[in-house]
């Protein structure tokens, strides 16, 4: 939250609508109109504190040991601290939310099956299809793809060592060179992964499921479906 020299902690309530307040010579503002410190102590009920005074209010009246939030409420509540220090000479405990992902069997069988985490999953659907598509290349065909990369690499090495005695330009642009060469052989191992995946249907709609469940909408699963679902699905374990 960005605070200023002028910024004020306060809102003002007014016909249904919480206005700034901001401060200047002595006085608080909002746009044209200047509002007197006596004025606004007199009508203190229309006052409302923003949000960094807001958690000490609370806390004030009805004192909390800890607070709970997720990682962006925790570094936001963080900076009511220097308020909490001045005006109650304490503070709640900040205590991580609990945070956790929930998989069916059919889920956990995916993973093991294509040998993939959690973090795995959590990138977008299309990652997600490639990476299980890498799992789906013959055993041969891998180790075909693994064997003409170190060939490539073992050979453009030695003859960029060479080329560098002879003319060090000519080392650079083969390295270049032997770049492009790794680039093309990776792109063919990705087509063929591909075609991997084309030929097994079951295994992408499965893998929209596994992303749907696990990272839906790019989001964590906890902060896009509900837990009641999963009770009712699942029942008491």
């Known amino acids: ?3 200023e020299a002028q910024s004020s902690l ?15 010579d002595g006085g608080y503002f909002h746009d044209a109109r200047r509002y007197e410190p006596a004025e606004l102590a007199g009508d203190s009920a229309a006052l409302s504190p923003n949000a960094l005074l ?21 570094a936001y509540f963080a900076q009511s601290e220097v308020l909490y220090s001045r005006l109650l000479n304490r503070m709640p405990v900040a205590v991580p939310r609990s945070g956790f992902t929930l998989l069916d069997g059919h889920a956990y069988k995916m993973l093991e099956r294509f040998d993939l985490t959690l973090l795995d999953c959590l990138q977008p659907e299309n990652l997600l299809r490639e990476r299980i598509a890498a799992k789906l290349l013959p055993t041969d065909l891998q180790r075909v793809f693994d064997e003409a990369g170190a060939v490539v690499l073992e050979s453009t090495g030695r003859l960029c060592a060479t080329l560098d005695a002879f003319d060090p330009t000519l080392g650079a642009a083969m390295r270049k060179s032997a770049v492009k060469m790794q680039f093309q052989l990776d792109k063919n191992r990705g087509k063929a992964a591909r075609e991997a995946l084309r030929r097994e249907k079951r295994v992408t709609e499965n893998a929209a499921r596994l992303s749907g469940l696990l990272y839906p909408e790019r989001h964590l699963q906890e902060r896009l479906y509900s837990f009641l679902p999963f009770l009712a699905w699942q029942g008491l374990i």
Request: aromatic share 10%; proline share 8%; charged share 25%.
């Open 54 to 74: 807001r958690p000490v209010m609370q806390d004030y009246l009805l004192p909390t040991a800890a607070y709970i939030g997720g990682p962006a409420e925790i």
């Open 10 to 24: 306060f809102l003002r309530l007014e016909k249904g609508r919480r206005i700034a307040l901001r401060r200047h």
């Open 1 to 3: 939250m960005l605070f």
